[in-house]
């Protein structure tokens, strides 16, 4: 029997990675029944603090932010994934229409019809499938009671209620992710840029048979308008949030220097799977898995699937640990299956750093960086790649 191995990237620990391994399986098992998928959470010999955070200042913390956009949709989502209510911030910005003094304002038809709204069977079923139907209605009060959609309301006219519409959806949609992340869960809705772009349109098809849209007075350019991130928060909480990010540096900066241990489990959990085994390795998890396979002759690895990862890029800086620029990958190395997405800027390709040995694949999450890096799992074509090449 075929065992698939899923090697985590970096940052990961059980909770996140668990919740990735189902949908992993979920993938390959509706294809190939047969293959066993079996765990890799070497996460728990990652970075972590042994001194309780005694390294951290308490004072002068700083965020930098770089930005190069180039899709009006990806710039919109962006931006939405920091401040749901941005969309509605730029509409309250629009010139107040003149009102009817005699009859009910379109403001007023709008907040009549979101106020009173009732997801259909269609849309619960969707937001069942996204994971956000528990924090749906909480994402919806907060929308609708916000300042920005009140000052909002106040600028609709009858032409443009689906212009209004819409931004409303994404506004309740990216709450309901952003009320997620808080609560430390992360349903499938935070990765998949297509299921997060149907539970907006049925949305917004549930509160009107308007068409859908940004309309384009929204089309500018939305980053000269981007809200700035306050520094205060970041420096009142400095361990708070260097805690939460400090997994993903932290286990690189620990591979760099003591890898060896990584490795050795990735190996351990090789030698007890049933051959042939396929080893799906994401980011760091890819580079552990290079390594180790130019390191040991592991006959029964007969696939290395690297996704997102930056394997090849360390190679050509010279700066792979298990094999110096110049030197040729081993011929007992596996085949070498690289899916990478232009969007990730983790990601790379390694065609014409290993001539003939790697095969790259390229999908396109439609998700902004970094999300981008994170949602390979539940794109088709990531597993359109994947499965045909499956012993």
């Known amino acids: 029997m075929t065992t698939v191995i899923f090697v985590h990237g970096t940052g990961i620990r059980e ?15 509706t294809q190939r029944p047969d293959v066993k998928v079996a765990p890799c959470l070497w996460g728990e010999l990652g970075a972590k603090f042994n001194a309780h955070g005694a390294s951290i200042p308490l004072q002068d913390a700083t965020l930098a932010l770089f930005q190069k956009e180039e899709d009006a949709d990806i710039i919109l989502w962006r931006q939405l994934y ?52 528990e924090v749906f209605e909480q994402a919806r009060e907060i929308v609708i009671r916000s300042e920005p959609y009140e000052r909002a309301l106040l600028t609709v006219c009858e032409s443009d209620l689906s212009e209004y519409y819409g931004a409303i959806a994404r506004a309740i949609v990216a709450q309901a992710m952003f009320l997620s992340e808080q609560q430390q869960k992360f349903p499938p809705i935070l990765i998949d840029a297509q299921l997060r772009d149907k539970v907006v349109e049925l949305l917004t098809l549930a509160l009107t048979e308007a068409e859908l849209g940004l309309g384009r007075w929204l089309l500018k350019p939305l ?37 060896e241990k990584i490795r050795a489990f990735i190996q351990q959990q090789i030698e007890q799977a049933e051959p042939p085994v396929v080893l799906i390795a994401h980011s760091l998890g890819g580079i552990a898995c290079v390594d180790l396979l130019v390191q040991q002759q592991l006959s029964q690895v007969e696939l290395l699937v690297t996704v997102g990862s930056q394997a090849p890029f360390l190679y050509e800086i010279n700066a792979l640990y298990s094999l110096e620029y110049g030197q040729l990958l081993p011929q007992y190395f596996p085949q070498w299956l690289n899916i990478y997405d232009l969007r990730d800027f983790l990601s790379y390709v390694g065609k014409k750093i290993f001539p003939d040995r790697v095969q790259d694949v390229v999908v396109d999450s439609r998700q902004p960086f970094p999300r981008s890096h994170g949602a390979y799992w539940t794109n088709a074509k990531t597993w359109e790649a994947i499965i045909p090449r499956l012993p």
């Open 223 to 259: 980053v000269e308008l981007a809200l700035p991130m306050g520094t205060n928060y970041i420096k009142g909480n400095r361990f708070e949030l260097t805690d939460k990010i400090s997994p993903m540096p932290g286990d690189i900066l620990l591979y760099q220097a003591r890898g």
């Open 15 to 29: 909770r996140e990675y668990y919740q990735t391994f189902e949908i992993i399986e979920q993938k390959i098992h």
């Open 82 to 133: 920091s401040d749901p209510l941005y969309e509605l911030r730029l509409l309250s910005l629009k010139p107040i229409e003149s009102g009817n003094p005699f009859g009910e304002e379109p403001g007023d038809i709008l907040q009549s019809r979101v106020a009173s709204f009732t997801p259909v069977s269609q849309l619960q079923a969707k937001l069942q499938e996204a994971g956000i139907t």
